[in-house]
């Protein structure tokens, strides 16, 4: 082997012993990776640097953007209760179903892509059955890749494979080939997990990225604390000291002891923000802390008590959360003021309770204690990052959205940005990363979200390590390391005899898959079988629909596939958690694949 390829084959295994440790961050390990291959010199600058520019770094961004504005949108919200009413609550139920509907999805769209859509789904449903969104995730993945192996449009390996098939042997598979032998193994794939793959499943880690906070209503979450009694609703009248006023100016927290939790204006809750001016006729919602402080505040600013019902309720795009307080907390000893919770996290505190009572006196003056309780109101996107902080506090309970029918008018933008996403894939319009930035920017454009959400959305550690990552296949194909591998491994068994050869072929592309994109592993390994099949005198239709199969089974690291890369950070994943699980699924699809294929594709 050149001293290149043995320079690529150490790097990779450094690689992977990083991935599998956990030691190091995934992104700086991927950044490392890079700079040793140019280093080295295995590759130039332009090449190594190649994958910042890579269709499928810029497809998994573009998702995110995506995904991020059906949620805003209320789609996801929406597709989640239907999920919900088939899979009911129960972990095994949500799991069958969330995977056979990722399955067929992704059997006519890109697995990436119905990840991507489906992924705030299936965090939605875990949330609200009390489920930790990490049992959930890894299997929707899976599905994902599994639903590839349907139809000749699934994944791209499946066009390479027929390709190679169509130029050698005067045609290639039809849309419908790999029907048959991917349906048994995707049926056996939801079934494993079902079954066996569930068990390995990692739990709620205290990082973990979505959190597995209980789900409850904002009433009975408030009712828990005894807001109900201290919530009053007031209408600004004409003569109001307020009216013209931001709420900045209005500093009724300071002044009077009462939070503003919503202003109501033409029926519409309004998302409290300093900057919103009150005007005639707004209704706001009041938390009032202490006895008295209504009063003044009525006396002082010619508020009306308004006799419409005053119970909590925030706008959409706000949430309220209960935390508490780890002994090692570094809030521990301190007030809310000494910290500056408020313009640290962009939540405002609610209550604070100790031993289930509320302390006495204004509560940012309070000083805290380890195992005080925290209830926190904010935008949904704030109260989720608070998860990030587990040395600080825990995220015991979030409210859930209140159940409500699709909104048409709100939701028309997204949902038709997404079905010309998926009908432009599905029909090879235009390319793949074209149809998914076209879509992202409609949401900017059409107002799901803001150029500033649509950046916030992106997780921008994925994005990183996948395209400093990509060069390593670059590396393999350029040395030749992975093609001199799997050509001396074949020959060296020949004589073992056809389901022989098929096994080495699969176990090759299959292990390959796993640090590669499968599609480049395809694209190497898919000739190999075609003049091994030559060599031997047989049909070369089992050997490339095994290494079809094979490279839809890239499920033992985080870095196998994008859909693996989605989920990664979303589920709070652990390398060693794709190991685990994927590699048992791995082997039962492959005895599958050995005992399938030959019958239905003749040696």
């Known amino acids: 082997m050149p001293s290149d390829a043995v320079i690529v084959v150490v790097i990779l295994a450094i690689t992977v012993l990083l991935f599998v440790s956990d030691r190091v961050p995934l992104d700086v390990v991927s950044l490392g990776t890079m700079s040793a291959l140019m280093l080295t010199g295995v590759l130039t600058p ?7 520019a890579n269709p499928i770094v810029l497809m998994i961004a573009g998702l995110f953007v995506v995904g991020g504005g059906l949620q805003s949108s209320g789609v996801t919200d929406w597709v989640g209760e239907q999920l919900t009413r088939f899979g009911g ?5 949500l799991m069958i179903v969330i995977m056979a509907a990722s399955a067929v999805a992704s059997s006519f769209m890109s697995s990436t892509g119905t990840v991507a859509i489906l992924m705030p789904v299936v965090v939605g449903i ?17 599905s994902s890749l599994l639903g590839g192996m349907l139809t000749l449009i699934g994944t791209p390996p499946n066009i390479v494979v027929s390709d190679v098939l169509q130029r050698h042997a005067g045609q290639g598979f039809g849309f419908f080939s790999f029907t048959a ?5 995707a049926v056996a794939g939801i079934g494993f997990m079902a079954v066996i793959g569930r068990r390995l499943l990692p739990g709620a880690r205290p990082n973990e990225a979505t959190g597995g906070a209980t789900s409850v209503s ?46 109501r204006r033409e029926e519409q809750p309004l998302r409290v923000v300093p900057t919103l001016q009150l005007k005639v006729d707004d209704r706001l919602l009041l938390l009032v802390h202490h006895d008295g402080d209504l009063e003044a505040l009525l006396a002082d600013t010619g508020l009306d008590v308004h006799p419409e019902d005053d119970d909590l309720m925030l706008p959409p795009s706000e949430t309220m959360a209960e935390l508490v307080l780890p002994r090692r907390s570094s809030f521990v000893g301190k007030t809310l003021r000494d910290v500056a919770f408020r313009s640290r996290h962009r939540c405002t505190v609610l209550a ?3 031993a289930g009572r509320e302390l006495p006196g204004s509560i940012g003056s309070a000083t805290m204690e380890a195992g005080d309780t925290l209830l926190v109101k904010g935008p949904l996107k704030s109260v989720r990052l608070l998860d990030r902080t587990p040395r600080d506090f825990v995220v015991l309970t979030e409210t859930r959205p209140e159940r409500s029918g699709l909104d048409l008018k709100r939701a028309a933008a997204p949902l038709g940005a997404t079905l010309v996403m998926l009908l432009l894939m599905t029909f090879r319009v235009v390319p793949n990363v074209l149809a998914v930035l076209l879509a992202a920017i409609a949401m900017v454009v059409f107002g799901a979200l803001s150029t500033v959400e649509a950046y916030r959305r992106v997780n921008w550690e994925s994005v990183i390590v996948v395209a400093a990552i990509l060069p390593m296949a670059t590396a393999l194909d350029k040395t030749g390391s992975l093609a001199a591998v799997v050509e001396r491994t074949v020959a060296s068994i020949g004589g073992a005899g056809p389901l022989g050869v098929m096994a080495v072929l699969f176990l090759a592309t299959s292990v390959a898959s796993q640090v590669i994109s499968n599609t480049a592993t395809t ?19 089992p050997f490339l629909m095994s290494v079809a199969l094979a490279a839809s089974t890239a499920f033992a690291t985080p870095i196998a596939s994008p859909v693996n890369m989605l989920v990664l950070n979303a589920g709070g994943y652990r390398f060693g958690d794709f190991l685990r699980v994927g ?13 399938l294929v030959p019958q239905l594709f003749p040696f």
Do not use: M
């Open 89 to 93: 609550s129960t972990e095994r139920r």
């Open 46 to 52: 332009d090449e190594a640097l190649a994958g910042f």
């Open 352 to 354: 604070l309770q100790r």
């Open 523 to 541: 694209v190497l390994v898919a000739p190999v079988a075609y003049q091994v099949a030559g060599q031997l005198g047989l049909s070369p239709a």
């Open 181 to 185: 032998p991917g349906l048994v193994l």
């Open 583 to 595: 590699v048992p699924l791995q082997l039962v699809l492959f005895v599958l694949t050995l005992l």
């Open 218 to 263: 904002q009433a009975e979450l408030a009712a828990s604390y005894g807001l109900s009694s201290q919530l009053a609703l007031v209408a600004l009248p004409d003569a109001s000291a307020l009216v013209g006023r931001s709420l900045a100016e209005t500093a009724l927290r300071s002044r009077y002891g009462v939070t503003v939790l919503a202003v």
């Open 126 to 142: 875990a949330r609200e059955a009390g489920i930790a969104p990490s049992r959930l995730l890894i299997p929707l993945a899976f």
